[in-house]
């Protein structure tokens, strides 16, 4: 059996032309490399979509949590490193390690569900024991994903609403995880974000969105944090994702 | 003085979460390859983003043209090649050949201005003369790129509206260029992708968009290809970008 590598690292660096406005690394732009890094090491790990396939299962991300004290800047390189926290047959959970050098610039955590591709539904990942010797024991030092419900007596602000494109689908046929972030942080407009940066965002994917379909998000400040928000994303009053955001000021 | 590659190429995976419903590379993931690999050319030449902007310059998207025989699918490699094939003190051609091992599946050319960011217009590149000796005169066999004006006796349709929001600035502070062709590309649907894939695709990017403007996209179909369209996205009357979009049977 060939080498397996406990703890996967890629090296990035931060183009112009994909940076935000306040010149740093976008936060949709970190969840999407979150899910390639996931997919190289499971692709290294033989876990990956071509095995999965070969059983018609693949791996759908259920929810990914992200904390960074500083984000990257334009033209600078930075690393993800990934490895495995836990496995069982229904899913796993994935860290990650974002660095600038030596410098650390923050942590990530992720839940992917292995999924029946024809059934829609939760498959059976048994192959997967064979990522049991490959969990580290490395740390992930940020706080569990957090609960994430409504209070009834806080003001619920009822934001933009948006209808699915072709762009917005992937391969499995329906929305794209990345385009609920960019819904999400695109109820803040562009002056918020010269004052503002994330440094903290949550957030789990219940249901699929197809193509043509409409949806509406909301959100409502936070009652213990007045810099966090809790965010829905929903379809004829049905949610589809749930994010938290915490802000700090862009200083 | 370092080697300095002629031809400088980058490897790629199309994961999962980067295909199109087609289960194949889209366009606009096409573009923003073709945006980073020259960039990661310019920086090897020492003509990127960190030399340009020590002279208040930075090089800006004009033209892009691809013609592709196939897309590569879901888990394929494949690798862009790009060289320049001419410059001067306003603009640089770059071209782009797209492969899958040995097969050539299709090439790209493109138009990069430079430009003053303070006076947001063209800037003197005469640092660019030491480009001059990495001109290769590698063959991108592709037609130019086209003349594009609206035939005043065929109908012109009025398709989507949009106004653009956070996630579709970037570092320059106006529209990224790659939601250009997202929006071009959102015209169509879904069926329609199902059954048509892009063969040909030219845009010119002629005016910039900011945060919050309103656009939008006509077309027209093209008077000499019945599978060609020429496409407008326009802000209050004044024409943006301009493109035509030739579609093939997806069989």
Request: glycine letters at 6%; charged letters at 30%.
């Amino acid at each position: 059996m060939s080498l397996r590598i406990k703890e996967y690292t890629v090296d990035y660096l931060l183009t112009a032309g994909e940076c935000n406005p306040e010149e740093k690394m976008p936060v949709q732009l970190l969840v999407s490399r979150i899910i390639e890094v996931a997919t190289f090491h499971a692709n290294h790990l033989d876990v990956g979509f071509a095995r999965l396939s070969l059983e018609g299962l693949a791996w759908v991300l259920s929810r990914v949590s992200l904390e960074m004290k500083r984000w990257p800047g334009v033209n600078e390189t930075y690393s993800l490193t990934t490895w495995v926290e836990d496995v069982n047959r229904h899913f796993s959970q994935r860290n990650f390690e974002i660095k600038s050098g030596d410098e650390v610039l923050g942590y990530a955590s992720s839940v992917w569900m292995g999924i029946d591709v024809k059934k829609r539904q939760s498959g059976d990942l048994s192959l997967l024991e064979s990522m049991r010797d490959v969990i580290s024991d490395k740390r992930c030092p940020i706080d569990r994903f957090p609960r994430i419900n409504f209070s009834s007596d806080g003001q619920v602000l009822t934001g933009n609403d948006y209808r699915f494109r072709y762009c917005d689908c992937d391969f499995n046929r329906h929305v794209n995880t990345v385009r609920y972030v960019e819904l999400l942080l695109n109820e803040w407009d562009l002056d918020f974000y010269d004052a503002h940066k994330v440094r903290r965002f949550d957030i789990a994917f219940m249901h699929e969105a197809r193509y043509g379909e409409e949806v509406v998000v909301t959100r409502q400040k936070s009652s213990d944090d007045d810099n966090a928000y809790l965010c829905m994303i929903s379809r004829g009053g049905e949610p589809l994702s749930k994010a938290r955001i915490i802000f700090t000021n862009n200083i």
